[in-house]
Each structure stands twice: as C-alpha cells, then as structure tokens.
C-alpha cells in the first residue's frame, strides 16, 4: 500500500526537489497534490481574483512540470490530486460556472501527473446556518459532476467525493454535504449509473468526521468499497487541526477495524501537514519518519490475516 502525505508544507520549505529526496529518505511513497496549494487558493476561488487556472491547459502543465519531474527523479508517486475548491459558492454564478472549466483543466492535470483520482469537494455552504435542503444539494451537486463525467473517461480519472463540515459561530464545527454517509453512498451510487461506470468513489477524511461527531467506524463500514482513497489525520473534535494520528482524540482503532473489514487496499494518505509544520524545519524529516512508521502500522493492522 501507497503511504503519500500532503507534501505542501515540505515543499514551500525546501522546495520540490529537495522536498521529495527527503520524503523518499524518510519512507513516504507518495504525495497528494494539491491544486489549491500551489495554483489556487480558496481564498482566490471566493474573491473571484485572477489565477493560472484561467489559462490554457498547456500553460498550466508548465507550471507543475517541476514537481512532476522532482517526484518522478526521487520515484514519490503522485497517489492523488486535489482540485481547486470550493468548487461552488452561493453567491456568484459567474464564479461557478468558471470553477466547472477550472475542474475540467483540473482533471486532465491529474491525469499528465501520472494520477487517477481528483479530489473533488461536494458542494454546500460553508456557513452551517446557509444550508440548503438535501433536494436542492443533490441538485446542485448531480449537475457539477455530471458536468464533468465526458472529461474524467477522457483522461481516465475517478472523481472522488470528500465528507465535509460546516462553520458555526463561535468556532463550533457541524456536519455538512456527504458526512451523511447514507447520503454520500446514494449519490455515489447514482453518478456511477449515470456515468454506466464506476467514473466516481469517496475520499474518505477523517478529521471531518471526526468534526461532524460521526462514529468512524460506522462510517467506513457504510461506505464501504466505495472508499477509493484517505485523507488521514486527527484533531480534538471541534477545529480542523489537521494533526499526526493519535495526537487528537478519533477512535484510531475503530478506525483499523473498519478498513480491514472493508478490505480497503488504495492509499495511506496522510493530510497531515501540521504533523510538520509545529517544528523547526530541522526536524522535518524525522517528523516524515514517524508518519511513515505510522503508515506502515496501518497497513499491518488492515492487511493482516
């Protein structure tokens, strides 16, 4: 099994190069590649402001050429992509129909980086008092990711959904689009008959879950083989800390008994980067070792017989 982290915040500090030599030296495998990262933040996405990912498909290539050739020279595997989100806002049809064409150029980037999975987030208000019903949420989301279904055959990617949360006052944390999980399997469900393949799966996180104050270990079991890909890390259930596991307070163990049951075999992605970034850049790379180790932990405790 792959084990990839988040790489952001290795890379801003020593450059891809660098960056992916020492993920390699450290035991990592592979990488999530995060668009909004590096080509466009969401901060960019709800002003409406100017961004590569306007450009043509061709320039953007030249912009993340450098990190496909660092991680093919240190052999880091890029496990997944993550598009630019949010994918919708409330209020701008201007700003969303430009992020379906972002989405699109961000699928055929995924593919050019050796990739076959595109995260990307469901649709929903960030403010959990801006919740539509669950019709016009379904509506909204059917129509952006069957918008994308002719692009994601062409460039062989699977489009992954992600369980999210919402914002509250006072820093209170709700669920929000696909942390329903009966939800999240029924949508998943319906785009893969209207796409006549399985085009779609899930990106499993589990510090939204965690933040939505859903059990782990009924939520993997409900997902089930739908579950294509993680976004592993913790936190102490009421802010997106995005921590090493086992510094929080999610139920790691449910966690493990959930994936073995399913019999999950993608990657081990940890979207952990706080794991690194809350110590000097001189121990960056021990850091890196302890998430591997705990990867590898991992694959034993779901793999094993």
């Not at 992916?20 to 990262?37: E, P, S, T, V």
């Not at 929080?248 to 980067?273: H, Q, S, V």
Request: hydrophobic share 40%; with cysteine.
């Amino acid at each position: 099994m792959i084990i990839s982290i988040h790489e952001g915040s290795t890379c801003d500090r020593f450059g891809p190069e660098k960056g992916y030599a020492m993920l390699k030296r450290a035991g990592i495998d592979g990488i999530q590649f995060g668009m909004g990262h590096y080509l466009m933040p969401g901060k960019v996405v709800r002003a409406g402001g100017p961004s590569i990912m306007d450009e043509p498909l061709e320039t953007i290539i030249e912009a993340v050429r450098p990190y496909k050739e660092a991680a093919d020279k240190a052999g880091i595997v890029v496990s997944q992509v993550h598009a630019p989100f949010p994918v919708w806002v409330e209020y701008s049809e201007d700003i969303n129909r430009r992020m379906i064409d972002i989405t699109r150029k961000a699928i055929a980037v995924t593919e050019y980086m050796g990739s076959h999975q595109c995260i990307i987030h469901p649709a929903a208000p960030q403010e959990n008092n801006k919740r539509l019903s669950d019709e016009e949420e379904w509506a909204i989301n059917k129509a952006i990711y069957t918008a994308l279904i002719p692009d994601l055959k062409q460039h062989h990617v699977m489009g992954l959904l992600e369980n999210m949360f919402s914002r509250g006052d006072e820093g209170t944390r709700f669920a929000s689009v696909c942390s329903d999980f009966y939800e999240a399997a029924r949508w998943i469900d319906e785009l893969n008959e209207i796409a006549g393949e399985e085009l779609f799966g899930f990106c499993f996180d589990t510090g939204h879950c965690h933040l939505a104050r859903e059990n782990v270990y009924r939520a993997v079991k409900l997902m089930g083989p739908r579950i294509k890909a993680l976004h592993m890390h913790d936190n102490a259930g009421h802010l997106d800390q995005h921590v090493a596991p086992y510094t929080g307070t999610l139920d790691w163990e449910g966690f493990l008994r959930g994936m073995k049951e399913i019999g999950y075999r993608g990657d081990l992605n940890f979207e952990a980067p706080n794991a690194i970034d809350k110590y000097p850049p001189e121990m960056a790379e021990e850091c890196l070792r302890l998430l591997a180790a705990v990867g590898r932990y991992f694959e034993k405790r779901i793999t094993e017989e």
